[in-house]
């Protein structure tokens, strides 16, 4: 059921909620005029990982939790939508939505009437660096739900019937995000940071390459990629690692590893820098905002910067963070702005977005670039830094405090080859993180020089002042617009 | 559209009780024991001790929402639940996240057609300091002309991310002001920004001495924490505060019954396929029929074996996506069908298919399978929204303001799993009449008709 909602803050109320450690002290005086001050902070642990590996090369990871009965089953494929051929973006993540409707067995209604009737709930799809399909039940019902996953991963049937129905969804899904000025923003971001190279496209296609994916594509990419030693079970929830393991045991022991090795994937991805970057204004007459998203390439998960990173970007972003505080707070002049370091195996990128009145698009660029600037060339307070790292580390231990949280949490340091240490090791990690670090992260890798804008909305409202701060704005009108290329530009008809 | 928030959650109906579960279900919902205590002035008190994280969630109900909006400022409610993070007697502007994000907790607040909800997780230590914040900001607002003004800008942009930027932002805002003839549940929440615009700090002033009053709030307290030194906290820092000697004001007005069926038609630049909708007026969230109409809800379209999904998006392909969703609240509620139609395909279709899963649901009882399958899927969302503190105070708010008894948080679900086949077909045949049915279409400019096209230009021109 659904409730009409108005919420102070729709950033925050997308993250899940929870616990925290760290003590700030406030002063306290007569106990009416100033705030009582803490008491004594109470230590948490979370829980510990555990795994084994099949001897069809399977990685099984079971992490307990059971407060309440419920499971959460995951099974994760180590390749995603960067995989995809050029032209044929779309095609790692159709096939991962595929799995789910029809295996050789069961048809898509009867997948989703079996696993529903057990008050649970399946879904698949494709992201960077990974693919899969996930089940969450009950624990009485865990058994069969990872029959039916199992099924869905090993014996899928892609039936032409179903890939077009999904593809006509897919069509669909995409006009309607092209009437959002953010999912525009967004999109073309990609092609800014990575331009022709893989992540550059859209996960879920476009209307050009959507309509190119044949079946032999689709089965091609689960022959190649769908295979025990490309594969991670991750289970979490209400169960005994000796259960978990168990169940892997039933249902994918028996499932075969190729002879054939996994065909090897090195990405080159450019890095940004002052002759690539573009200052792009997208002219969307009827867009009720605009949708200011500044962007560059960062650093992959792997990248020893790695805590510098989030800490650097925590200190710009969340609801106190400079961007939101510049923004927001001080100037009115958005419901929320703020920044994502996204770390990928190859690569990763930095931006950071806001939503504005179309007058004050030109402002609220200034101010997004202005605040990235200052990271590296002006004061990081103690006391600030000590604020944005526990607001951190406290949206890291509420991620965790849901079954799904935690195994989509323990999913993404396996995928990425980290140690399941870092589970407890990330608050210190965090801790020892010192505003010089932040200052050095941001002059290597934040330059605003080598930053790209993109402003998607009613340009007349803010190009002059736009093109005041950045004399080479390249305007591209909605119609013209093509993410299939790092030109972003339709290439003009002959006829 | 309202930011809209799942919520078997706060919901209303849908809570959970011990070991209910049919006996096939096997799995047993935790109960929730909650003390219970009212102060002298009123303030009503709920908690739960949960030792198993470090960390206490924080609510503070006040049953007041936007259907208490003064005449002709609509959205102040939500307005005013933005300015309680501003200045108070002891408290700087912004100090909320100094005691909450700054030491690795957050706060939120939302607001409903009928309560708005403050809240915050905080590690269990900082248990007295918010209580002490909580208790200031009951007592009184000092925000000033200028933070006043910034707020209401951001609260502008707010209604322009939810309502214009969006494609369908303002069909649902259309769905909600067509759909009540006399409630101000007429009044979307996020409200409209000439109306905004005319807000006062005086009416901030009068807002908050009119419902913010320790008589029409309710503080529940979940985690981590101690039970008699919580009691201890309570009293001294809520304890002091007066309850007011007005009446508190309560709506009055009662939504009529429709009188047939009406048809609205809207047509927006920025809409790249057609939005179609029906809705139903439904009873109050109070009303025997309401765990019913939830499972209704659950039935039409929780998942892909659900009916809406299964006719319209899989076998028919008539819709890109399709939803029902029992909008059930205090006074009366709607019961809203949605679809959003697929690229080649008419509204009239999608409205059709909407109506034929409508008369399936009249006709024929649904089967004890299909009734089992919904069954399960509450528990399983039930025992979701229990796995933090957040989503248990939540869950206990939610019995306690709008359903009236903090029983009902462990009653709830006994409620729903009586619903049987024949309740479910009475109930569709009782309010899913043609006489109560309002269908609303939202096009693309290029569908208006040339005539009227005519007309708006002509319109324009006189602006």
Redesign the interface.
Known sequence: MIRSTTIRNGMLALLPFAILLLTVCVPAQTPQATPPPPTAPRTVQFPRPVEKTLSNGLRVVVVQRSEMPLVSAQLLIKSGGEVDPTELSGVADMTAALLTRGTKTRTATQIAEQIEALGGSIASSAGWDSSGATVGVTTARINSAVEILADVIRNPAFKDEEIERLRRQYLNNLKVSMGQPGSIARFAAARLVYRDAPYGHLLSGTPESLPRIKRDDIVRIHDQFYRPDNAILVIGGDMTAENGFALAQKYFGDWAKPATDLPKMSVGIPVSDTKNRRIVVIDMPDAGQAAVLAARTGINRGSPDYFRGIVSNAVLSGYSGRLNWEIRVKRGLSYGAGSTLDTRRWAGSFSASAQTKNDSGAEVASLTLGEISKLATGDLPDKELTTRKASLNGNFARGLETTSGLVTQVSSLAIYGVNFDQLNQFVGNVQAVRAEDVKDFAAEHLNIDSTSMIVVGDARKFLPALQKQFPQVEVIPVGELDLNTASLRRAVSKN | M???????T?????LLAAGVASAK????M?RINFRERTLKNGLHVLSVVDK????V?INVWYHVG?KDDPDHRSGFA?LF??IM?KSTR?MKA?MM???T??????N??????DVTVYYE?????????LL??EADRLSGLTVDEENF??????V???Y????????Y?KFFYML?QKSFSSHPYQR???GSIEDLDAATLENVQKFHATYYRPDNATLIVVG?FDPKQLDAWVD?YFGPIEKPNLPLPRVQTKEAERAGEKRFTEYG?????PGVGITYLVPSEKSEDAPVL?ML?VILS?????RL??SL??QQ?VA?SANA?????EDAGLFDLTA?V??GKKPEDAEAALRAEIKKLQDEPISA?EL??A??????SQ??Q??????KSQSLGSATVLLGDPNRVNTELERLQAVTAADVQRVAKKYFTDQNRYVFFYLPESMRPASASARVQAKGDVK
């Open positions: 309202m930011r809209r928030r799942f919520l078997l706060l919901v209303a109906c849908a279900a096997q799995t047993q935790p198993s994280s470090p960390t969630a936007s939500h639940e933005h993070f002891n912004e996240d100094r005691l994000e700054d030491v690795g907790g957050n939120n607040a939302f607001t409903e057609d997780v905080i590690p269990s230590n900082y248990l007295e300091t002490w914040a003004k910034s707020e209401r800008a951001v502008e942009e707010e322009r991310q939810s309502v214009l930027a969006p494609p932002g909600q979307p929440t996020i981590n001294k630049a920025n809409v790249p396929l939830t809800d929780q998942g892909r074996s659900s999904y299964q998006i899989y392909q890109q969703n029992a909008d059930l609240k959003i697929a690229a399978a089992e399958k069954k399960n899927q509450i528990i399983t025992l979701r229990r796995e933090t503190n957040l989503g």
